[in-house]
């Protein structure tokens, strides 16, 4: 018999306080836990109360015991679990939202827009244009360029034309009509701001190490050029090209971002550095590494373990500077073909991605894997 938040289970041995709790529709918040995988205690998220004794226990590997009296919701138990995820906010060295985003007065998705031109992807630039001043017209005309101030390419050469990508854009959808019931906008009409979406959890990097700024740039071509002037789709698509892309692939698809916004967390001002902004692209499979973005949940690490076709990520180093990476005698080049996809889908933040995924047309961000 166990007892969970003062109701009665009867129970078989085997089980989880996790996978008891999830049975009886009671809410356990975890990162490092899969059901397809070995229990492993990491995040330490999911803490709960053995009243019996008053330890403190993880729910995702601590078996069920005969007369255990858990406690999974109280104060202490909910104080306990921010204080795990304060933790490992802390030494998260990203953002979920590029900064020419957060500072666009309209709130545009400006890294999709690039993603978008980047592939060529008119249509979906269009749709996504349209999607976003239907109620209020583009307000690019009149804005004094936030975005670009804002950019971090500025600190590099010169910030991305954003501006006039996004007016170009608006000129497509004048000239085609392709969005219902924008036929009459103008540059000039209806010049409220639109509406934000509610506000959610942003996390940000802290203060930029020496060298940091220019890890962003390994996902632009050394051959890139930039073209201020936007007149046409190729002018766009080869500018849109030189955008760092230093917001973070899995915004909308971040466990711990949800669990930030569930316990009404704000990120700390004062970051651990513990792993530089140090980004890994695998030229051979498109998997793009961000060791600063990982939590050390050992997900990825334990879904490979028993594989011996292809070298894996692993944890190098010991103690608190233990890092997730490619084995210390394997490049980063030769690691995962076969399994890029999967670990990319089971990393609970943005630390796994692929390089130039593609972009789907609906929803807000593009996903992590392709």
């Known amino acids: ?24 529709g009671i809410i356990i918040p975890s990162l490092c836990h899969n059901e397809r995988l070995s229990h492993y205690t990491s995040c330490m998220v999911c803490l ?23 406690d999974c919701s109280s104060e ?10 304060e933790l490992l906010l802390s030494e998260h060295r990203a953002e979920c939202e590029a900064p020419c985003r957060v500072v666009c007065p309209g709130g545009y998705n400006i890294p999709l827009m690039n993603r978008l031109l980047s592939v060529k992807d008119f249509e979906g630039a269009i749709k996504l244009s349209s999607s976003q001043i239907q109620s209020s017209g583009l307000i690019c005309t009149d804005c004094k360029g936030y975005c670009e101030n804002a950019c971090r390419r500025k600190k590099v050469d010169e910030p991305v034309s954003i501006r006039n990508m996004q007016m170009f854009i608006f000129q497509q959808i004048k000239q085609e009509n392709v969005a219902l019931n924008l036929h009459n906008i103008s540059l000039h009409e209806n010049k409220t701001k639109p509406e934000k979406s509610s506000k959610r959890f942003t996390s940000h990097i802290g203060r930029l190490e020496e060298g940091e700024l220019k890890e962003w740039l390994k996902e632009c ?11 046409d789709s190729e ?35 004062v970051k651990l550095v513990n792993s530089p902004i140090k980004k890994k692209i695998n030229v051979n499979t498109g998997l793009i590494f961000e060791n600063a973005k990982c939590i050390k949940c050992g997900l990825c690490v334990r879904l490979c373990e028993d594989s011996k076709d292809e070298p894996a990520l692993c944890f190098i180093n010991r103690g ?4 997730i990476s490619e084995p210390l ?40 894997g392709d």
Request: net charge negative; charged share 30%.
């Open 1 to 24: 018999m166990l007892r969970i938040n003062n109701k009665d289970f009867e129970v078989t041995d085997g089980l989880t306080i996790l996978n008891v709790a999830n049975g009886a």
């Open 48 to 70: 709960v109360k053995d009243n019996r004794n008053g330890n403190f226990l993880p729910a995702c590997s601590a078996f069920v015991q005969d007369g255990m009296d858990i």
């Open 76 to 85: 202490e138990v909910i104080n306990l679990r921010r204080k795990a995820i």
């Open 221 to 231: 071509s050394d051959e890139i050029k930039r073209v201020r002037e936007i007149s």
């Open 235 to 269: 002018s766009a698509a080869m500018e849109s090209e030189s955008c760092m892309h230093c917001d973070c692939r899995a915004a909308d698809n971040c466990k711990l971002r949800d669990i930030a916004e569930d316990f009404s967390m704000k990120d700390p001002r």
């Open 320 to 323: 608190f500077v233990s890092v």
């Open 329 to 368: 005698t394997e490049d980063f080049n030769n690691i995962l073909k076969l399994k890029t996809k999967e670990v990319i889908e089971i990393c609970p933040t943005g630390a796994l991605s692929m390089f130039k995924p593609p972009v789907p047309l609906k929803g807000d961000f593009p996903l992590k």
